[in-house]
């Protein structure tokens, strides 16, 4: 009990202009004080942890969507330039005003997310969309890196192929878990599958994929998925309505 009045008096003192130099003070005296109180306190010590821990957390966060606020802004005024190549588009028109990037890793669960909201603005800006699909496969997706090399293989025979690969992988995300199912989601689009064995091995399909995840570094970016609208960046699966919001700040008439 003693214990707790001292740690009281410490926060009425610490009401006061010169609290930090006394608490320091009182600390630098009584150093068993603090920890005799959790001793006896156990619990409420816990509670008062994790209260500040969802503080930090949730400050974190605000911070966090902030500075992605301010990063939206400044990108609206001065676009994000990625790499924009005719031989890499999945599909669209070249002059279309819409112009997306995504970056993703096909087995990453917030990839698969953010790929129904992809689909729900590809129905709803069909015909005015540019679409460009790049690979940032991450380390602890063991079937990340597979599925990337498949779906340039598909690519390199018929994008519309590719288009129903790319689709296919990410509506059915929770089967990746062998090369089989990569090799049945390409035999299932139509794909030469003697063609597909070949390409997977060549230098320009690993290029092309080592290039996406060198870009994607310079960017700054640090996760998947990143989708870029017209040179502005969202982080993470966003809902529909936020992607549609960049649109209609970055386009006239997208609709």
Not at 56 to 80: C, H, Y
Request: proline residues 4%; glycine residues 2%.
């Amino acid at each position: 009990m003693t214990r707790i009045v001292l740690l009281t008096m410490l926060l009425v003192m610490s009401a006061c202009a010169t609290k930090d130099a006394q608490i320091a003070e009182y600390l630098k005296k009584n150093p068993k004080a603090v920890f005799d109180v959790i001793e006896e306190n156990p619990e409420q010590f816990v509670e008062v942890v994790n209260k500040a821990a969802r503080k930090a957390q949730q400050n974190a966060q605000q911070k966090q969507r902030a500075d992605l606020k301010k990063q939206q802004e400044e990108q609206i005024v001065n676009p994000l330039k990625p790499k924009i190549e005719e031989s890499r588009r999945l599909f669209g028109d070249k002059t279309a005003k819409i112009t997306i990037v995504e970056y993703a890793d096909f087995q990453c669960p917030a990839c698969r997310m953010a790929h129904k909201s992809l689909d729900q603005i590809f129905k709803q800006y069909s015909g005015k969309i540019q679409f460009y699909y790049k690979h940032f496969p991450l380390d602890f997706h063991p079937m990340a890196q597979p599925a990337a090399l498949y779906y340039e293989a598909v690519f390199k025979q018929d994008r519309s192929k590719a288009r129903k690969f790319y689709d296919l992988v990410f509506e059915n995300q929770r089967d990746l878990k062998d090369v089989d199912f990569l090799r049945k989601m390409a035999k299932k689009v139509g794909a030469d599958m003697a063609k597909v064995a070949k390409d997977i091995e060549s230098k320009d399909i690993r290029y092309n994929i080592d290039a996406d995840m060198s870009e994607f570094e310079k960017m700054g970016f640090t996760g998947t998925p990143v989708i870029v609208v017209n040179g502005v960046a969202l982080h993470g699966a966003q809902p529909v309505e936020e992607i549609e919001k960049i649109i209609a700040l970055t386009t006239v008439d997208s609709k």
